[in-house]
């Protein structure tokens, strides 16, 4: 049993062997017909001469496009047309002058900043505004006087929006004034020292 295995074995063996022994020779022969058939031409190029006259022309031109840095990202610049005087008379005439609009007013907000402090169980940082003799008190991102929203409160300033055109403004801090001390300093004035030598 074990000899059939090995006779079998080695059969196969000798079948694989030929096959490729034949396989190679047969590819040789063709290779060998290819390249014996085709035959090498070369093309009939003529050296080419230096021509002198169209590397004089190549460096005596100048660039006239636009210059840029191609190290800058963007759009390329726009070139600016020259024009003569009487171009430039003419497109004065025909510019149209329309009315000219004032900058609005400068934000004018009626209270004054005195003080600010924080809320200690939240955290949250509110504004002192005094407006005539009234104290309001503005926590950041609440509205007062109907018209105006507390956006930041800073050390010495708070930023405040007008809600109907959204223009922002810085409302410095400023110590508030003491009234009665003013009030008790009139009703008990001090006396002057007056200079003998006058």
């Not at 090995?6 to 290819?34: C, K, M, N, P, Q």
């Not at 660039?63 to 190290?71: A, E, K, L, P």
Request: charged share 20%; glycine share 8%; hydrophobic share 40%.
């Amino acid at each position: 049993m074990q000899r059939r295995m090995e006779i079998a074995i080695l059969g196969i063996l000798v079948v694989v062997l030929a096959f490729v022994y034949f396989h190679r020779d047969s590819g040789d022969a063709a290779g060998g017909a290819l390249s014996s058939n085709v035959g090498f031409t070369p093309l009939d190029v003529q050296e080419p001469q230096l021509r002198l006259d169209l590397l004089a022309k190549i460096q005596k031109s100048v660039y006239t496009g636009t210059h840029r840095n191609v190290f800058v990202f963007g759009p390329a610049p726009v070139a600016v047309a020259v024009m003569t005087p009487a171009q430039q008379r003419a497109e004065e005439r025909s510019r149209f002058v329309g009315p000219v609009k004032t900058p609005p007013a400068p934000l004018n907000i009626p209270v004054q900043f005195f003080g600010m402090a924080s809320m200690p169980d939240s955290g949250r940082r509110v504004a002192f505004f005094q407006s005539g003799e009234d104290v309001m008190v503005v926590p950041e991102g609440d509205s007062f006087l109907n018209r105006f929203r507390l956006v930041h409160i800073g050390n010495e300033s708070a930023e405040v929006v007008e809600i109907s055109s959204g223009r922002h403004a810085d409302v410095p801090m400023v110590p508030p004034v003491d009234q009665s001390a003013g009030q008790s300093a009139s009703a008990n004035p001090q006396p002057q020292e007056v200079d003998p030598n006058q």
